[in-house]
């Protein structure tokens, strides 16, 4: 005699549950493998100094962007010390090993890209930001979607979303709009839903 035995009820909890950002959009599509290492395997990577830098400079620029938006001064001191101060509390807080005296100099790469956007970008030092580094989530259940999340650097008059990026290297104008169309769309929805 045969006995059928159903097989136990696991409970799976889906990647694909979780709501999505546009850095997990590209990523998947992009490279599935390491989007499975990242999101599924949840296999994490030491923090690299060129994420340190990158996260150090988005933060300068964040501070900026707030100082102007609360009516704040914004000159190259005041951005500088709270600069300084997301550097060191960062390195505290999630260390990276560098070698000899490359810590100084990757400080003093960040800071000196801070200090270029400063100088050319195209927001005017005096306009007030409609928003900076706002949260935004969209359920896009009733469309079969999951929810989409994301942090928008910038906002400024008339809903002009900007999200300042790092590079190694200078970016080919070409292939910027390709590289980051995911996120400029998924942003674009994000703040029209809002």
Same mark, same amino acid.
């Given at each position: 005699m045969i006995a059928l035995v159903e097989p136990p009820k696991v409970e799976r909890h889906s990647v694909l549950d979780e709501p999505v950002s546009a850095s997990r959009l590209t990523l998947f599509h992009s490279c599935r493998l390491k989007f499975f290492y990242r999101y599924v395997a949840k296999i994490q990577k030491p923090a690299s100094a060129a994420l340190h830098v990158g996260k150090a400079v988005h933060a300068g620029l964040q501070h900026w962007s707030k100082r102007?938006?609360?009516?704040?001064?914004?000159?190259?001191e005041e951005i500088k010390a709270d600069f300084e101060n997301h550097w060191a509390h960062s390195q505290a807080e999630e260390p990276v090993v560098?070698?000899? &005296?490359?810590?100084?100099?990757?400080?003093?790469?960040?800071?000196?890209?801070?200090?270029?956007?400063?100088?050319?970008?195209?927001?005017?030092?005096?306009?007030?930001?409609?928003?900076?580094?706002?949260?935004?989530?969209? &359920?896009? %259940? %009733?469309?079969?979607?999951?929810?989409?999340?994301?942090?928008? &650097?910038l906002v400024r008059p008339g809903g002009l979303i900007v999200d300042f990026k790092t590079t190694a290297q200078t970016p080919n104008e070409e292939q910027v709009f390709h590289r980051n169309e995911t996120q400029l769309t998924a942003y674009g929805l994000l703040y029209s839903l809002l």
């Open positions: 102007r938006w609360m009516g704040k001064p914004c000159g190259a560098f070698e000899a &005296d490359e810590e100084e100099v990757q400080r003093e790469k960040a800071w000196g890209l801070v200090e270029m956007y400063l100088r050319e970008t195209p927001v005017p030092p005096e306009e007030k930001p409609e928003a900076v580094e706002v949260g935004v989530e969209a &359920d896009l %259940s %009733s469309h079969g979607l999951p929810t989409l999340r994301g942090f928008i &650097d």
